[in-house]
């Protein structure tokens, strides 16, 4: 009897947490625990209503007590943030389980875990604890997983989409993980409401170099920020480094510098300086087209091709690239520019743009950029050597790991020109990338001294203090180095009011302190205010105010920003991805299978990937009217070469299910007569060996139904009657989409069986 009133309470607790009447849920759900505290389902619906994550903890542990292979509570514990066999392993010597089970008279034996009463005792004080002072509210943010959930009885997660907060979505990995620490900091500190930082009195430290007067900057919040964790401590100035001025030029020269040249190139070598690519490119190609028309010429127009190669090269296309990378091959066969350290420089710049646009694994080009920047510094006393080799040179090995000698090679060149913004920084990076902080500091602060509005440097600043965080296992001292930079970018902003890169790098320092709406608020911006263009910053805000949306399970509005970066980046396949995951979130399947099958042309050995399409055409398109079934695709992709060479097994158990349903639905499919009996009792045989296969791995309620249709179908029909059983009684909390089909059937198969 209690059984029947505990799911007679898990029954209306769903229907009031549907209906957001938590507290009325909250009760109902602990009086069905008090009745049934081994009922593993209404353990799980109180934990979507618990207050905060260590009462939801709280739930996913006894959940974890009842039934230790509980997927839910085991990926509830990680998403958490708890190792689960760590946790299990506490839970084991804590209470040792006993080797027997009871029977539930309720439900369906075989795939409902059932514990006795003694397996409970030791964690049954606890809980009623729990139950007795449980006041709970809604988390108003909540982390996801970016990947999609693969596993869960599909009922569950088809119901979730159709409520808005499907069960599987998406989440930036590495987003979460720093929200949640920093959550769990401000929780330490003794944090407020969302919105709100820890109180700290923090105001700007004073800076060494002359500034405007630290006004309020239009558009910064001055909510305070924590305690910075390291403040920079006075700069030593070297006597030989010359002071520069915000109010006048900086003092850093162009390199190579342009010597007894005509007004025609200097103007296009500083529309290049001043980052306008689009005018600068075809100003500077006419120059080296003039200057390659003198058929006996003897001396390599090495600036010339040094510049055309750097704008085309810096201004980020992929075509732009590629075209200087042949132009800075070319230059380099030619005799008279054979040994000519300015065109080494070029190759080193074009060679190092083609590895930052294609990514970490285009070792050809990383390679490449390495060797040509080594030749230009050892071919310098041939000629003039840009100082944007040496820079390079030690991005390159400081990426590489090889500190020492980046910081060896750029130390030595900093002897001859030690005032140099763009070596100092370079130099700074290395520092960095040590974790050497104090350092680091130490090299832009004399970038400053000698540049103060240089724009690399404040930005530098910040994120060094960035980088720092991220790393930083404590998460109080996270947060103060992510307060540390919200100050600096507030200095940078009162040099460039509305910059797009300071507010960005704003929004990331926010976002770290755990202060999500100004974070939101900052990009929104520079979205909003964006005049000129869709630029590297306009492209990195969007991409974090999508990645943001997520985390909120605001995935109509992550899906238009994914949509408005496809619009200038229709071939990046991150932000394909992400806009097919979206639409899958939000049941634009037909948008979800357009983009993932645009990634496999490129990514043909994503199984991911391959996994979702085969999802959608085998199961998705069985309840929706956007995309069609393939079947025969299906069968003839999932072969068992194929399966064997998928080395995770969840994944083969989920294709075996994909091609179980496949089968099953081309047998019925086929006119009558086209096959004989003993066809169709092989395709049969086939189908439930996959889908039992499947079953193994996924106890979800749709594999369960199609086990039950193919015994139905091999006329097994006393199995298939307990398969829908087993459906009908969990339909009792979970919305399944075919639930009418399998009421209809196992009514006629009992009618039938009585009959007879």
């Given at each position: 009897?209690?059984?029947?009133?505990?799911?007679?309470?898990?029954?209306?607790?769903?229907?009031?947490?549907?209906?957001?009447?938590?507290?009325?849920?909250?009760?109902?759900?602990?009086?069905a625990i008090k009745l049934s505290p081994e009922n593993e389902t209404a353990w799980l619906w109180l934990s979507s209503v618990a207050r905060d994550n260590r009462e939801r903890l709280f739930c996913f542990q006894n959940l974890l007590q009842i039934n230790p292979e509980n997927e839910m509570a085991l990926k509830g514990v990680q998403a958490l943030g708890v190792d689960?066999?760590?946790?299990?392993?506490?839970?084991?010597?804590?209470?040792?389980?006993?080797?027997?089970?009871?029977?539930?008279?309720?439900?369906?034996?075989?795939?409902?875990?059932?514990?006795?009463q003694e397996t409970l005792t030791p964690v049954m004080d606890s809980i009623e604890k729990l139950l007795q002072n449980y006041t709970p509210v809604p988390m108003e943010i909540s982390g996801t997983e970016w990947d999609r959930k693969e596993g869960g009885r599909y009922g569950e997660s088809l119901a979730a989409r159709q409520r808005n907060i499907r069960i599987a979505?998406?989440?930036?990995?590495?987003?979460?993980?720093?929200?949640?620490?920093?959550?769990?900091?401000?929780?330490?500190?003794?944090?407020?409401?969302?919105?709100?930082?820890?109180?700290?009195?923090?105001?700007?430290?004073?800076?060494?170099?002359?500034?405007?007067?630290?006004?309020?900057?239009?558009?910064?919040?001055?909510?305070?920020?924590?305690?910075?964790?390291?403040?920079?401590?006075?700069?030593?100035?070297?006597?030989?480094?010359?002071?520069?001025?915000?109010?006048?030029?900086?003092?850093?020269?162009?390199?190579?510098?342009?010597?007894?040249?005509?007004?025609?190139?200097?103007?296009?070598?500083?529309?290049?300086?001043?980052?306008?690519?689009?005018?600068?490119?075809?100003?500077?190609?006419?120059?080296?087209?003039?200057?390659?028309?003198?058929?006996?010429?003897?001396?390599?127009?090495?600036?010339?091709?040094?510049?055309?190669?750097?704008?085309?090269?810096?201004?980020?296309?992929?075509?732009?690239?590629?075209?200087?990378?042949?132009?800075?091959?070319?230059?380099?066969?030619?005799?008279?520019?054979?040994?000519?350290?300015?065109?080494?420089?070029?190759?080193?710049?074009?060679?190092?743009?083609?590895?930052?646009?294609?990514?970490?694994?285009?070792?050809?080009?990383?390679?490449?950029?390495?060797?040509?920047?080594?030749?230009?510094?050892?071919?310098?006393?041939?000629?003039?050597?840009?100082?944007?080799?040496?820079?390079?040179?030690?991005?390159?090995?400081?990426?590489?790991?090889?500190?020492?000698?980046?910081?060896?090679?750029?130390?030595?060149?900093?002897?001859?020109?030690?005032?140099?913004?763009?070596?100092?920084?370079?130099?700074?990076?290395?520092?960095?990338?040590?974790?050497?902080?104090?350092?680091?500091?130490?090299?832009?602060?004399?970038?400053?001294?000698?540049?103060?509005?240089?724009?690399?440097?404040?930005?530098?600043?910040?994120?060094?203090?960035?980088?720092?965080?991220?790393?930083?296992?404590?998460?109080?001292?996270?947060?103060?180095?992510?307060?540390?930079?919200?100050?600096?970018?507030?200095?940078?902003?009162?040099?460039?009011?509305?910059?797009?890169?300071?507010?960005?790098?704003?929004?990331?320092?926010?976002?770290?302190?755990?202060?999500?709406?100004?974070?939101?608020?900052?990009?929104?911006?520079?979205?909003?205010?964006?005049?000129?263009?869709?630029?590297?910053?306009?492209?990195?805000?969007?991409?974090?105010?999508?990645?943001?949306?997520?985390?909120?399970?605001?995935?109509?509005?992550?899906?238009?920003?994914?949509?408005?970066?496809?619009?200038?980046?229709?071939?990046?396949?991150?932000?394909?991805?992400?806009?097919?995951?979206?639409?899958?979130?939000?049941?634009?399947?037909?948008?979800?299978?357009?983009?993932?099958?645009?990634?496999?042309?490129?990514?043909?050995?994503?199984?991911?990937?391959?996994?979702?399409?085969?999802?959608?055409?085998?199961?998705?398109?069985?309840?929706?009217?956007?995309?069609?079934?393939?079947?025969?695709?299906?069968?003839?992709?999932?072969?068992?070469?194929?399966?064997?060479?998928?080395?995770?097994?969840?994944?083969?158990?989920?294709?075996?299910?994909?091609?179980?349903?496949?089968?099953?639905?081309?047998?019925?499919?086929?006119?009558?007569?086209?096959?004989?009996?003993?066809?169709?009792?092989?395709?049969?045989?086939?189908?439930?060996?996959?889908?039992?296969?499947?079953?193994?791995?996924?106890?979800?309620?749709?594999?369960?139904?199609?086990?039950?249709?193919?015994?139905?179908?091999?006329?097994?029909?006393?199995?298939?009657?307990?398969?829908?059983?087993?459906?009908?009684?969990?339909?009792?909390?979970?919305?399944?989409?075919?639930?009418?089909?399998?009421?209809?059937?196992?009514?006629?198969?009992?009618?039938?069986?009585?009959?007879?």
């Open positions: 009897m209690s059984q029947e009133q505990a799911k007679q309470f898990i029954v209306q607790g769903i229907a009031a947490a549907k209906a957001g009447d938590k507290d009325q849920a909250r009760q109902l759900f602990q009086s689960p066999a760590k946790l299990l392993e506490r839970i084991q010597q804590q209470s040792q389980p006993t080797a027997a089970q009871a029977t539930s008279a309720s439900a369906p034996t075989g795939d409902v875990p059932i514990i006795t979505g998406l989440a930036a990995a590495a987003v979460f993980v720093l929200l949640f620490c920093v959550m769990i900091a401000l929780f330490a500190l003794g944090g407020g409401d969302e919105g709100q930082q820890v109180a700290a009195n923090a105001t700007l430290t004073p800076s060494f170099t002359p500034s405007n007067t630290p006004t309020a900057t239009p558009g910064v919040t001055n909510t305070p920020s924590p305690e910075p964790a390291q403040t920079e401590a006075p700069t030593v100035i070297p006597n030989n480094l010359r002071q520069g001025s915000i109010y006048g030029n900086p003092p850093t020269e162009i390199s190579p510098p342009l010597q007894n040249r005509e007004r025609s190139f200097a103007d296009a070598v500083a529309l290049y300086s001043a980052g306008d690519y689009e005018a600068a490119i075809p100003a500077l190609e006419a120059e080296l087209e003039q200057a390659n028309q003198n058929t006996a010429q003897t001396v390599c127009p090495s600036d010339t091709y040094f510049y055309t190669i750097a704008a085309l090269a810096e201004s980020g296309t992929r075509r732009n690239v590629d075209d200087a990378l042949a132009l800075a091959e070319n230059a380099a066969q030619r005799d008279i520019c054979s040994e000519s350290p300015m065109i080494f420089a070029a190759n080193c710049l074009a060679n190092y743009e083609q590895y930052e646009l294609t990514g970490d694994t285009n070792f050809i080009a990383f390679n490449g950029a390495l060797g040509w920047c080594q030749a230009a510094i050892d071919e310098a006393s041939r000629g003039q050597t840009p100082i944007l080799a040496y820079t390079l040179y030690g991005d390159i090995l400081t990426i590489s790991g090889d500190y020492q000698n980046a910081a060896s090679a750029l130390d030595e060149i900093l002897e001859r020109e030690p005032d140099d913004v763009n070596l100092l920084l370079a130099r700074a990076r290395v520092e960095i990338g040590r974790d050497n902080l104090d350092n680091a500091l130490v090299y832009i602060g004399r970038a400053l001294y000698v540049e103060p509005l240089s724009k690399d440097a404040l930005s530098l600043r910040v994120n060094a203090f960035l980088d720092l965080a991220a790393q930083t296992s404590d998460p109080a001292e996270r947060v103060q180095q992510y307060g540390t930079a919200v100050i600096w970018t507030q200095e940078y902003l009162i040099r460039y009011p509305g910059d797009p890169i300071a507010f960005t790098l704003l929004a990331k320092a926010r976002l770290g302190e755990g202060n999500v709406n100004l974070a939101l608020d900052a990009l929104n911006r520079v979205i909003e205010n964006n005049i000129q263009g869709f630029d590297d910053a306009i492209l990195e805000a969007y991409q974090l105010r999508s990645q943001i949306y997520v985390d909120q399970s605001r995935y109509d509005a992550a899906l238009l920003d994914a949509q408005r970066i496809l619009q200038d980046l229709p071939e990046d396949l991150e932000t394909i991805k992400l806009q097919a995951d979206l639409a899958y979130i939000t049941e634009d399947y037909s948008l979800a299978l357009e983009g993932y099958n645009t990634i496999l042309e490129q990514t043909p050995d994503d199984i991911r990937i391959q996994l979702q399409i085969w999802e959608l055409l085998s199961e998705t398109c069985r309840f929706t009217d956007e995309i069609d079934c393939d079947d025969t695709l299906i069968i003839e992709g999932i072969t068992d070469d194929v399966v064997a060479n998928i080395e995770d097994e969840a994944q083969q158990a989920l294709a075996l299910g994909y091609r179980a349903k496949a089968l099953y639905h081309q047998t019925q499919d086929t006119p009558e007569g086209d096959l004989t009996p003993n066809e169709i009792a092989i395709a049969y045989d086939n189908a439930l060996t996959d889908i039992e296969t499947a079953l193994a791995a996924n106890q979800t309620a749709l594999n369960h139904y199609y086990r039950a249709l193919v015994l139905e179908g091999l006329n097994d029909i006393e199995e298939a009657i307990k398969g829908y059983q087993w459906i009908t009684y969990w339909a009792e909390f979970y919305e399944y989409p075919f639930i009418d089909d399998v009421t209809e059937r196992l009514e006629a198969l009992v009618e039938d069986t009585e009959d007879t």
